[in-house]
């Protein structure tokens, strides 16, 4: 148990040097959010209980923890049986893709207690003659949800072809975000002696409705929901005004839980404080967006106009603002920090470590100076130390604005630029 505990320790400080604490380290740290903590609680219950809920958003400047709450409200979900994805809004998961995003999620599923893939340990945990499958099976088949009539094919044949573990296990990789064609499935079905109607969506649509489906799949499996968390959402800002616009749009329709009522997904937003005034007001997003997708072809007369609106209201909205940790929380923290890093090194760190105490410096940097002071003495010791550090600020200039194409600038000023930064 001693070498199992010292290991944890030693990769939970690795973690946290690299700056993505991983489960163990977030424990150790616990939280000092309790409002978000109570929010999260309750909203958990609400859909434990298959009431009407929202998702919520968790505001916060660079450095007040915003990763590590996702991180710690994780383990809560985890700890309620509720499967969890932490997505990063990035290049490979944009927010104004649904299939990405949907991509994202399904690749990040933690099950509680479970380690395998996600989706083959969900299926493959599916009772067919319980009522919450039953359940599931009943709302898949109504005409009245719109859904794709693959789903309610996929499931029917899911059960249907129990021996079949090839065909099973391509049902699973649809499920999951992948393709299955429409013949297949008819050729199927009139096998199984029943009708397939194929029917037509676009990848978009199919990606939203992919939601829907696997958030009803998870519960019916035996978990309670599937929780959502979306990390540095304000990276939208430095999209294409078209991008936002697409991406204001899946806001609205992520968090807008009581649209589809019984659905069991708590989405959770992180997002800097920041955003409204730096991009909605300065980037004149309010205005701007709208009459942008009325103006294209693609998207005037659909309505999603009203939800670019309806998701920037909700970037806009209160939400829930973290607090900077005050010095007795530092100073917690900063015991904490101590005992894992003397656990996972059999070395003891001095207590009194000299400390920066601005309360302006975000915690991530707190910890990491820490940790690296520690290294340095730990492996160096009698020698003089002394760190540095540097803020970093979020920059919403549009990304596609930001190279030398759009700049104006050459390649060469460009070159030299950084040649002179060398020197």
């Known amino acids: 148990m001693r070498d199992e505990t010292k290991f944890s320790a030693r990769s939970s400080v690795e973690a946290l040097r690299a700056g993505v604490p991983n489960s163990y380290s977030v424990r150790v740290l616990g939280c000092d959010q309790p409002k978000v903590e109570q929010v999260f609680g309750d ?56 299939v990405k995003m949907y991509q994202g999620a399904v690749e990040s599923i933690t099950l509680p207690k479970r380690a395998g893939p996600a989706f083959n340990e969900i299926a493959n945990q599916l ?18 949800n719109g859904m794709d009539p693959r789903f309610a094919a996929s499931l029917f044949l899911f059960e249907h072809f129990q021996a079949d573990h090839e065909f099973r296990d391509q049902i699973i990789r649809f499920w999951a975000g992948g393709k299955i064609a429409a013949t297949a499935l008819k050729s199927r079905m009139r096998q199984a002696g029943v009708p397939y109607v194929a029917g037509y969506t676009s990848q978009r649509e199919l990606a939203a409705q992919r939601f829907q489906f696997a958030g009803r799949l998870i519960r019916a499996a035996g978990y309670a929901g599937w929780v959502l968390l979306v990390d540095e959402v304000e990276l939208l800002g430095t999209y294409s005004a078209l991008q936002r616009g697409k991406s204001y749009v899946e806001i609205a329709r992520l968090m807008n839980s009581k649209a589809e009522p019984g659905l069991p997904v708590l989405p959770v937003l992180a997002i800097t404080g920041d955003y409204t005034r730096a991009v909605l007001e300065e980037k004149d997003d309010w205005t701007r967006i709208p009459k942008l997708m009325k103006s294209r072809a693609a998207y005037a ?52 470590t000299p400390l920066r105490r601005e309360q302006s410096t975000p915690l991530r940097a707190y910890i990491r100076r820490w940790i690296t002071e520690w290294d340095l003495r730990r492996l160096h010791p009698g020698e003089a130390v002394e760190l540095e550090t540097a803020e970093w600020h979020t920059d919403y200039r549009d990304s596609e604005r930001s190279n030398s194409k759009h700049t104006g600038r050459s390649d060469q000023s460009l070159i030299d630029d950084v040649l002179g930064d060398i020197a």
């Open 43 to 98: 909203r958990l219950d609400a859909v434990i209980r298959s009431q009407t809920y929202n998702g919520f958003l968790i505001k916060g400047d660079f450095g007040t923890g915003k990763s590590h709450t996702l991180g710690y409200l994780a383990e809560l979900a985890l700890e309620r049986n509720f499967a969890v994805s932490r997505v990063y809004v990035n290049k490979e998961t944009p927010l104004h893709d649904p």
């Open 127 to 144: 009772v067919f003659q319980s009522a919450a499958y039953r359940e599931f099976e009943r709302w898949t088949n109504q005409a009245s």
């Open 301 to 352: 007369g659909t309505g999603e106009d009203v939800l670019a609106e309806a998701g920037m209201r909700i970037l806009a909205g209160n939400g829930y603002t973290l607090k900077r940790p005050d010095l007795a929380a530092l100073d917690d923290t900063f015991a904490r920090i101590r005992g894992l890093y003397k656990t996972a090194y059999d070395w003891e760190p001095a207590v009194t």
